[in-house]
């Protein structure tokens, strides 16, 4: 059964960093793309990043490039991303998601619960 | 203001048809593949069709996809109150080189 699990979401305040994990299990994680989605409070999905199987592509929103930045360790099926120079807009649900395949950033067919990043003073 | 432009709402009774359409352009609908997705309040999306009108496994066939140039359509027969959710949808944009979503649209099953 495929899992994703979602950790390290909490209130930091803007300016500052966090790193958020996604513990997959139940498939090849080397051999899938993945990808980190969020949805702020009310609104709807926005795509922030993805990464391929391999670790060697990465892709970034406008609104995240050159803050955050998503890396994967294939030996132990995990996926991060290091947010910083947060602000009150990256506030939201974070998701990561598994694509149908290599490079396949746009089609995930299976989702962790999220974990919420709140940016606050 | 998102690069795919969905209705906030549809609607329609029980039992009937109702379509979701999903706008963008070249760079993006026009020449990738969309996918669908439905998500509950409270609840992470679901990928309902992808590469325009597949279904994964256990999808049922109630629902489905079609794209024509620019614009791409969800169809969902049969309505049931249990299909009362937002719907989104999302395809590469070959110009931004990122996913883009349409807004969503809230279908209420009257």
């Known amino acids: 059964e495929v899992q994703l699990v979602e950790s390290g979401g909490g209130l930091v305040q803007p300016g500052g960093s966090l790193r958020v994990s996604c513990a997959a299990s139940g498939f090849t994680f080397s051999t899938y793309a993945m990808a980190w989605v969020r949805q702020a409070p009310g609104k709807g999905l926005e795509w922030v990043s993805g990464?391929?199987?391999?670790?060697?592509?990465?892709r970034y929103a406008e609104s995240v490039k050159g803050r955050f930045t998503v890396s994967r360790d294939n030996s132990k099926s995990t996926l991060h991303l290091q947010m910083n120079s947060l602000r009150a807009e990256d506030t939201a649900i974070y998701y990561c998601a598994k694509g149908i395949g290599d490079g396949k950033f746009v089609e995930s067919d299976y989702w962790g619960q999220g974990t919420l990043v709140t940016v606050s003073s | 203001q998102s690069v795919l432009t969905q209705p906030p709402s549809v609607s329609a009774a029980p039992g009937q048809k109702v379509t979701i359409s999903c706008s963008g352009s070249?760079?993006?609908?026009?020449?990738?593949?969309v996918s669908w997705y439905q998500q509950f309040p409270g609840t992470a999306p679901k990928l309902l069709i992808y590469?325009?009108?597949n279904r994964p496994s256990g999808i049922p066939d109630r629902f489905s996809g079609s794209k024509s140039g620019t614009s791409a359509t969800l169809g969902i027969t049969g309505l049931q109150t249990g299909d009362e959710a937002d719907y989104y949808c999302g395809t590469w944009d070959s110009s931004l080189t990122v996913v883009v979503f349409g807004g969503g649209t809230k279908l209420t099953v009257l």
């Open positions: 070249s760079s993006n609908i026009g020449n990738n593949y």
């Open positions: 990464v391929t199987g391999s670790g060697g592509r990465t």
């Open positions: 590469e325009n009108d």
